[in-house]
């Protein structure tokens, strides 16, 4: 079986230049944080001028979002997010700094909490937290028994082909769930949408770093685009039917996962890793969910 790309051994081995892609995640992550917060204000500006639609934003509501301020700001500090991430994990392994937009979702909170003027309860609080150590013990089982491998034609053939199906399935389920407005729908959607961005963007970066430039190449930049601009579809009408915080509190955590257990299951970056490991990734990713779903239930702007 041939590979295409030469990659490091091991995730521990971090040269300083990879060290250094952390702080640039960091950055990242703050910035994804504002722009959710100014996209989110634009999208319910937007709306009030037009009124809310029932099912996902229409034509109409999108264009409006051009002509939307906060939209504009929001989007070139999301822009901004995505630049320091690609320019991250191009330059480090996926599953030390991808995760590590968790930071957004602290930011995220206490600014919405201060915009809003209403303090978050102990149980927003809990799922706050809830989330956070879910994605920290997920990363910490990753960075010690994940390994980056030469990634082979055949692996790539078989992401885009569960890339596929998971396209095919949103769209479906898009034509009987949109009509209740659920912004979990909406944020589990985008969440797994960007966690096969994060990881195909990863692949065709190195290859195109390494020199390796063919058709399964372009087909990976499609799929890239596709899921981004659906994914990016979605996470409007998550602004539109729920809390700033919380669609980042979905994203931070099932992003991560979704892109480190592609990288697990379909990579083999955690071969040879005991069964306690996996059990631990199990648990791990069922505990930051379960953060994702209190949150939705007990944020300060969902009481009446």
């Known amino acids: 079986m ?29 910035f ?31 264009l409006g979002l051009l002509s939307s301020g906060y939209w504009v700001l929001g989007t070139i500090m999301l822009g901004a997010a995505v630049v320091l991430q690609l320019f991250s994990i191009a330059n480090a392994p996926l599953i030390v700094v991808q995760p590590l937009g968790a930071v957004a979702l602290v930011i995220t909170t ?30 910490g089982i990753a960075a010690f028994v994940g390994r980056e491998s030469a990634i082979t034609r055949e692996q790539l053939i078989t992401v885009l082909v569960i890339l596929a199906v998971v396209l095919a399935l949103v769209l479906v389920s898009f034509r009987f769930v949109a009509t209740h407005r659920n912004a979990l729908y909406y944020i589990v959607g985008a969440g797994v949408l960007y966690g ?39 996470v409007q009408n998550a602004y ?46 069922a505990i930051a969910i379960t953060g994702v779903f209190l949150l939705a239930k007990h944020h300060p702007q969902s009481r009446s």
Request: glycine fraction near 12%; proline fraction near 4%; charged fraction near 10%.
């Open 2 to 30: 041939t590979t295409d790309l030469p990659l490091p051994d091991a995730v521990s081995n971090l040269t300083p230049f990879q060290a250094l892609m952390i702080p640039v995640a960091l950055l990242g992550a703050v």
């Open 32 to 62: 994804l944080s504002l722009g959710a917060q100014f996209q989110s204000r634009g999208v319910q500006r937007v709306e009030a001028r037009l009124g809310r639609q029932s099912k996902g934003l229409s034509v109409r509501h999108v």
């Open 110 to 139: 206490w600014f919405s909490s201060r915009a809003s003027g209403v303090p978050l309860g102990r149980r927003a609080k809990r799922a706050v937290w809830t989330c956070i150590i879910g994605v920290g013990i997920f990363v």
């Open 196 to 234: 096969f961005v994060a990881t195909l963007a990863k692949v065709v970066l190195n290859r195109l770093l390494n020199g390796t430039f063919d058709w399964l190449t372009v087909v990976a930049i499609v799929g890239v685009v596709v899921a981004a601009s659906l994914g990016g579809y979605f």
């Open 240 to 285: 539109s039917s729920g809390s700033a915080d919380l669609v980042i509190a979905g994203l931070t955590v099932i992003d991560p996962i979704v892109a480190v257990g592609i990288g697990v299951i379909v990579l083999d970056e955690a071969t040879g890793a005991p069964v306690g490991a996996v059990l631990g990734f199990v648990v791990a990713a």
